[in-house]
């Protein structure tokens, strides 16, 4: 585990590929013998610290996905716990960020969007969607929201990152918007 | 500029760490003597890929400043356009990519939040908001989305992104519901 962090921490400062594997094994203290005994190549250890950085993120959409709650609360609540982890945890951002640099970013929105797009559904089903408001357009709608507050969260690096903080609580000042609409009410 | 774009798709599908100049002359088929002779480094050639991919976002900025219309209107009307500057041409999205790994991203909102901001803020005075959305939310909730469109779009090489149409058209789904809210009218 702490060779995973350390790689992700020399992917995040220089990219997937601006990071020679000699680096990581510094930054990781250990012999490039013990690296390669457990990852041939870098893309297998990059593989490792996606699959390590996106697995928290698979237990919470299995957990919003089990919870007692009306299907809207639960659809922001994902959105809202997705944008905490980006924020609390430099290995998820990392894992983010190389799935997107290594094939463009579609294997982090496809493990939420299913879910969204469900519970969206859900929500329209049971009223609580303005009949104006197709779960299709608050589905993409909830993806922008979240998208829009990873990149916000993905410096150069994960120290910068790390210093950026509040952007649930700003996910949420959004969220409010959203709800209610910024047109005045007489609209 | 011929050695701008070569520059920027080399950018584009290896990132600024995993380019090297060697490879830039080879698909601008240039010698490294022509190339240095235009710029001395890496950074100074992907500087120069920021500055001319960024040029016409500031004219975009320049051309809404002056618009006349209602601020809302011009506030989301400069929204559409950067997304569809993004989708429509690859150096703009290179440096909006290179200015994200290479200074934590601040270069390119910095250039339109202000206008937003501005716009937002005389949207408020006008009473072209609900008196419940405040100027800093809207601005924010627009940055989301402008942001949330730009990931969508930054694949791992353009012509992934190239492939990725229609975002202008989903930014103005998303910004439909924005306007009336998607909780049921008698909310």
Redesign the interface.
């Given at each position: 585990m702490l060779l995973i962090r350390a790689a992700a921490d020399e992917f995040s400062r220089?990219?997937?590929?601006?990071?020679s594997l000699s680096r990581i094994c510094k930054a990781a203290e250990i012999s490039m013998g013990a690296l390669t005994f457990h990852f041939s190549s870098k893309a297998e250890l990059a593989d490792a610290v996606v699959e390590t950085g996106l697995s928290p993120v698979r237990a919470l959409v299995e957990h919003v996905a089990q919870r007692q709650a009306p299907p809207l609360e639960r659809a922001v609540g994902l959105a809202m716990e997705l944008t905490r982890l980006l924020e609390a945890d430099p290995l998820v951002r990392c894992a983010v960020r190389l799935s997107?640099?290594?094939?463009?970013?579609s294997a982090w929105p496809a493990l939420w969007r299913p879910l969204v797009s469900s519970l969206a559904s859900q929500a329209h089903e049971s009223?609580?969607?303005?009949?104006?408001?197709l779960p299709d357009?608050?589905t993409?709608?909830i993806?922008?929201?979240?998208?829009?507050?990873?990149?916000?969260l993905?410096?150069?690096?994960t120290s910068?990152?790390a210093g950026h903080d509040g952007s649930v609580a700003?996910?949420q000042?959004?969220w409010?918007?959203?709800?209610?609409?910024?047109?005045?009410?007489a609209?």
């Open positions: 220089q990219g997937f590929h601006g990071t997107r640099e290594r094939t463009g970013g009223g609580q969607l303005d009949v104006g408001a357009d608050v993409l709608l993806e922008l929201l979240v998208r829009g507050s990873e990149v916000s993905q410096g150069a690096d910068a990152a700003r996910l000042r959004s409010r918007l959203v709800l209610n609409g910024i047109a005045p009410a609209h």
